[in-house]
C-alpha cells in the first residue's frame, strides 16, 4: 500500500518525495485542523505563526496519523497535545553544523575584532594586537548534535575544550574533557556555548550567581535558546565587565520588543535566530526523513523519537 504524506514542506521537498513514489498532501502551515484520513504521516514545519505550546488541540486530532516528523531540532516551540498522540520524531542534528560554524564565526570575530579593525584612511594606519584563538578555553554547556560538531572543530583549532552535560555518559568527542559542575566551567572557559534545549530545568541556567563565578571577560554565546539565561542578570555582567561580549542568536521573547537593551549594548551581537539556516538546510531535512521512512517501511525503531522531557 502507498503511503499517503501530509506535508507543511516546501514544494522542493514534496517534489523529491513524489519522485520516490509516495502519495504527498500539501496542507497549509499552522495548527494542523483538516489533515486528510487517509493520511498516516504528518510533516511539520515550525509552529512560530501558530501560538507555539498554547495553540488548540484541532478537533480530530490526531485522525488516523501514525507519525509525525518535526522540521526542527528543539521540540518546546510546540503545544503539549501535539506529543499525546503517534509517534513523533526531531530533526536533530539537521543544522548542527551549520550551528556550529556559526558559533565559531563569532569567537574568531571578537579574537580578531572584526569588523572594528577594518580602515578606510591612511591616518587609522596602525597596528593592533589581536587575540588568538588556539590555546584558549572552550566551555560547551550541553553536548549533543551541535555541542559534539563544535568540539570537532575546536579541537582541530588547538583549543582546549570541555563541557557538562545532563547524564553521566563521557564526552563521544576524544580529547573533551568534562567540567565538575558548570561553575566550574564558566571559571575556566574564555568562550562559552550554550547548546541545551528548552526546559522547565534549564529556564535561567545562565543566571546572577553563576556569571559572578565567570572567568573576567568571557565571551557567552548562545544558540539553544533565550529561556536559558536571565537577560537582566546578564545585562549586569556585561555592564560590569565581568562578561565582556554575548552573542546571542536567540532571545526571549523573539523577537524582542522594540527599545530592548540587546539591540543597542556595546557588548551585544544580537542575531535573529538565524544561525540554523542555510542553503543545504531542506536537503539535509529531507535526507534525514527518508532514512527514517526506510527504518518506518521496514518496521524498525525510529530515530530521533522525541522526548517531552529531554526537550529533544
Excluded at 484541532?58 to 531540532?73: D, K, M, N, Y
Excluded at 572594528?116 to 589581536?130: G, M, V, Y
Excluded at 534525514?288 to 518506518?296: G, I, P, S, T, W
Amino acid at each position: 500500500m502507498t503511503l499517503t504524506i501530509a506535508s507543511q514542506w516546501s514544494e522542493a521537498a514534496n517534489a523529491g518525495l513524489g519522485a520516490r513514489g509516495l502519495n504527498v498532501l500539501p496542507i497549509p502551515e499552522g495548527v494542523p485542523v483538516d489533515v486528510p484520513l487517509q493520511a498516516q504521516v504528518l510533516l511539520l514545519a515550525p509552529p512560530f505563526q501558530w501560538g507555539g505550546r498554547s495553540a488548540p488541540k484541532p478537533p480530530g486530532w490526531p485522525f488516523e496519523l501514525r507519525w509525525i516528523q518535526l522540521a526542527t531540532a528543539g521540540i518546546d516551540f510546540f503545544p503539549d497535545w501535539l506529543f499525546e498522540g503517534p509517534q513523533v520524531t526531531s530533526a536533530r542534528g539537521v543544522t548542527a553544523d551549520a550551528i556550529a560554524e556559526f558559533a565559531l564565526a563569532a569567537i574568531f570575530s571578537a579574537a580578531k575584532r572584526l569588523p572594528d579593525i577594518w580602515i578606510d584612511d591612511p591616518a587609522q594606519w596602525a597596528l593592533s594586537t589581536l587575540q588568538r584563538v588556539g590555546g584558549t578555553t572552550f566551555g560547551l554547556v550541553g553536548f549533543g548534535a551541535i555541542a559534539q560538531a563544535l568540539a570537532r572543530r575546536a579541537l582541530a583549532l588547538g583549543m582546549r575544550v570541555v563541557c557538562v552535560r545532563r547524564g553521566p555518559a563521557p564526552p563521544e568527542v576524544d580529547g573533551v574533557e568534562r567540567a565538575q559542575d558548570l561553575a566550574s566551567l564558566f571559571a575556566q572557559s574564555d568562550h562559552v556555548v550554550l547548546a541545551a534545549p528548552g526546559t522547565p530545568a534549564t529556564q535561567h541556567l545562565v543566571n546572577r550567581a553563576l556569571l559572578a563565578q565567570a572567568k573576567p571577560g568571557l565571551h557567552l554565546i548562545n544558540v539553544a535558546r533565550g529561556s536559558l539565561i536571565d537577560q537582566d542578570a546578564l545585562l549586569e555582567a556585561l555592564d560590569g565587565g565581568r562578561v565582556a561580549l554575548a552573542t546571542l542568536d536567540v532571545a526571549t521573547p523573539e523577537p524582542l520588543p522594540a527599545g530592548h537593551a540587546f539591540y543597542t549594548h556595546p557588548r551585544v551581537r544580537l542575531s535573529p535566530h538565524t544561525s540554523p539556516i542555510s542553503p543545504d538546510t531542506p536537503q539535509r531535512l529531507l535526507a534525514k526523513f527518508v532514512a527514517n521512512l526506510e527504518r518506518y517501511e521496514a518496521g524498525l525503531a525510529l530515530d530521533d523519537v522525541a522526548d517531552r522531557a529531554r526537550g529533544y
